[in-house]
């Protein structure tokens, strides 16, 4: 049985440079987004964060959605909230992170 290699790409964005984070003293962490390089297509995400539990949901429905870093980068998404976080994970897929 051959296996598929699955080219990919990454974006990191850490809670140090989050203006909730910052706010609230929890600048611990970071998410990490991974897509398919050719598709854009989130494959998965990591969340480090004491609001981890909250902030899963989004990118739950991204995946669920066949949501790209794109689809997520161009979503409106408050300010200050941790939820930017994921946002800017995406952005930064595309080297494109506004505040890191």
Known sequence: M???KIEYKKGVFPFIANGRSLCN??????VKVVANKKTDKIL???IMH???GELIA???LA???GCTCEDVARTC???PTFSEAFMEACMAAYFKSINF
Do not use: C, L, P
């Open 50 to 52: 004491a609001d981890a």
């Open 77 to 79: 998404h408050a300010h």
């Open 63 to 65: 995946i669920e959605s």
């Open 44 to 46: 998965g995400v990591t």
């Open 2 to 4: 051959k296996k598929e």
């Open 25 to 30: 003293s929890e600048t611990t962490g970071m």
């Open 58 to 60: 989004e990118a739950g």
